[in-house]
């Protein structure tokens, strides 16, 4: 689960790497408890289908501030202060990115890596980020197929506690209402460093869809969750 690696340090280092518009994004993955958006520009839109369900997963597009994904009946807008995330960091997101194997097709990024990112956005002065991704659960590294999204938050759990090495409240999973359909979420608090993840997602066949929101103790989540529709 090398994508909840970086929820932490997504947060961290990219505070100062945010500060201009972003190109089109490049890989998926971050999020809370409601709705949120994004930024600006038109990506190629290249295919994925999945093994155990008939369901084909493109690449989104920004326009307008307005980061969309049909496939997955993702809308995101970035929200007034937030910035979209440039290809490029989206990239450092993943320990072996998809551009340095020199691979440019979106369905074989996703077919090689474990996780792959298509979206993502920060707020510079550190209140929040979101990230939204696609996890290959058969992908080397990965912790294999699970059968729900009850069964990823076993591993989202683990994996956080041994990879970040501090200890989180967790809450209970619970059903989550977003793009006119029943996703599940689960939301983990890490007090020690003051910052919070809503983690919302959907399992298709041996892919999970994931929106990460992270934010600080004193953000309200509400306000960047509308944003997600």
Excluded: H
């Excluded at 200890?167 to 919070?196: H, K």
């Amino acid at each position: 689960m090398k994508k909840l690696v970086v929820l932490l340090a997504l947060f961290i280092m990219l505070m100062g790497c945010a500060s201009s518009p972003s190109s089109s994004p490049n890989s998926t993955a971050s999020t809370s408890d409601e709705d949120t958006t994004i930024s600006e520009s038109v990506v190629p839109e290249e295919t994925v289908t999945t093994i155990n369900e008939q369901i084909v997963i493109e690449r989104g597009s920004i326009n307008d501030n307005l980061y969309t994904n049909a496939s997955i009946n993702v809308n995101i807008e970035v929200p007034e202060g937030y910035v979209a995330l440039s290809d490029e960091q989206l990239n450092s997101l993943v320990i072996t990115s998809a551009e340095s194997k020199g691979i440019e097709n979106f369905q074989d990024a996703i077919d090689s890596q474990a996780v792959t990112y298509d979206f993502g956005m920060i707020d510079p002065t550190g209140n929040g980020s979101v990230l939204v991704g696609i996890e290959n659960l058969e992908v080397e590294g990965a912790e294999g197929l699970v059968n729900n999204e009850e069964e990823y938050f076993s591993f989202v759990k683990a994996s956080l506690v041994q990879n970040q090495g501090t200890e989180y409240t967790f809450s209970d999973i619970y059903d989550f209402q977003m793009f006119d359909d029943t996703w599940t979420a689960l939301n983990a608090m890490d007090s020690a460093n003051g910052v919070n993840s809503t983690i919302i997602v959907k399992c298709y066949g041996k892919y999970v869809v994931s929106i990460i929101y992270n934010y600080t103790a004193t953000t309200d989540p509400s306000v960047v969750l509308s944003y997600i529709y």
